[in-house]
């Protein structure tokens, strides 16, 4: 099987390599993202391998199809960008579900500890031999309460590693997970309850219609004056210009963002030579108590090697039996 691997980053290739090598896949990387522009380097290909910011719309479906491209492999568990609706009938369309809940949960307590107790500023000061402490004082985890929204897979390795620091959890799903409320240390509350109550909130539900800014200006006048947000789920759910105001404000505490609803276009590649249009980001990343990391909470080994296995899996699923537990159907 020949797969054409768009938007390929150094860090892809060593785990795909390895997979691809012993199903027999043969790999051609490109940097490029698949589009309208750069769909005809698929040709010869029997599958495409693609990631969160290619897009993968009618008119790139219609070329791949004619190129006799089968399949669209998702390294991703999200699929907004392909038109799965047109892909029906013509263009198998697979992805990954679920990588490593702990990559991403471990990234927003590391965001959350750099973040309280001031590493950032740690790291610059002592590189530069000062050895002040004046403006470091932190505030300890134990016995804070901290609110999360969104109890699936992520959310739950969250609590509990919360849990290990002694914290309270106020936890709050559309879908509440059965076992996880003990009525002491995890409750599930309403959203009225966990912004009132939590010293630190932390996001790990999907982006739907229902939670599209689900922090906005007056959830965010409901929480606790300082709270700590954080958010490794995807941008939209947080409304940046109301974060940027209630951080001004002082409101908000401090932020530990992975993620930022205009980050497309910014995201994954060195801009640093560039002018940020962007003056909201620009903003919040020049806030000393807001961290920015760009959509790196899944970037650990063993969720890239889960990647490749899982979409090498699916490949050779539907090239085996003409199925996979993995495929995209359009709803309905
Ligand atoms: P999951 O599907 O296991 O859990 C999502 C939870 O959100 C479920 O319990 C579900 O019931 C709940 N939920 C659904 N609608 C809700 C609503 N309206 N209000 C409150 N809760 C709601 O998903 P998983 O694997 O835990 O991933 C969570 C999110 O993490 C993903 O949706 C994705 O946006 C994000 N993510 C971020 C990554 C990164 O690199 N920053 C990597 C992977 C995922």
């Given at each position: 099987m020949k797969l054409a691997f768009f938007?390929?980053?150094?860090?892809?290739?060593p785990a795909f390599d390895r997979y691809a090598a012993d199903a027999g896949i043969k790999i051609k990387y490109y940097e490029t993202k698949l589009n309208e522009d750069t769909v005809?380097?698929?040709?010869?290909?029997d599958a495409v391998c693609v990631f969160v910011n290619d897009t993968v719309n009618r008119e790139v479906i219609d070329r791949l199809y004619e190129l006799g491209v089968k399949t669209v492999a998702l390294r991703?568990?999200?699929?907004?960008?392909?038109d799965i609706k047109h892909a029906a009938g013509k263009i198998r369309v697979v992805r990954v579900?679920?990588?490593?809940p702990y990559a991403v949960a471990e990234h927003a307590i590391a965001l959350l500890l750099t973040s309280i107790r001031r590493i950032h500023k740690a790291y610059i000061r002592t590189r530069d031999f000062?050895?002040?402490?004046?403006?470091m004082t932190g505030f300890d985890l134990h016995g804070k309460t901290v609110g999360v929204i969104g109890t699936g897979r992520i959310g739950r390795v969250f609590i509990d590693i919360c849990l290990g620091f002694g914290m309270k959890v106020l936890a709050y799903d559309k879908f509440p997970a059965e076992?996880?409320?003990?009525?002491?240390t995890v409750r599930y509350v309403s959203t009225e309850e966990l912004f009132a109550k939590s010293d630190i909130i932390s996001l790990h539900c999907p982006l739907t219609e229902e939670t599209y800014?689900?922090?906005?200006e007056q959830s965010l006048s409901a929480c606790k004056r300082g709270v700590v947000l954080i958010n490794t789920?995807?941008?939209?759910?947080?409304?940046a210009e109301a974060l940027l105001s209630a951080i001004k404000a002082r409101q908000v505490g401090a932020a530990c963002l992975?993620?930022?609803?205009?980050?497309?276009?910014?995201?994954?590649?060195?801009?640093?030579g560039h002018i940020l249009e962007d003056d909201t980001l620009a903003r919040l990343i020049s806030m000393p108590n807001v961290i920015v990391s760009?959509?790196?909470?899944?970037?650990?080994e063993e969720a890239l090697s889960n990647i490749a296995e899982t979409t090498v899996e699916n490949l050779l699923a539907l090239e085996s039996?003409?199925?996979?537990?993995?495929e995209v159907l359009p709803k309905g």
């Open positions: 938007d390929a980053k150094p860090y892809d290739k005809e380097l698929a040709t010869g290909a991703c568990a999200g699929f907004n960008n392909v579900p679920a990588y490593s000062n050895f002040s402490l004046n403006g076992g996880l409320d003990n009525g002491d800014h689900i922090i906005n789920s995807r941008g939209a759910l947080v409304d992975d993620v930022y609803e205009e980050e497309s276009d910014l995201f994954f590649e060195d801009n640093s760009s959509h790196q909470a899944f970037l650990t039996s003409g199925s996979s537990e993995n």
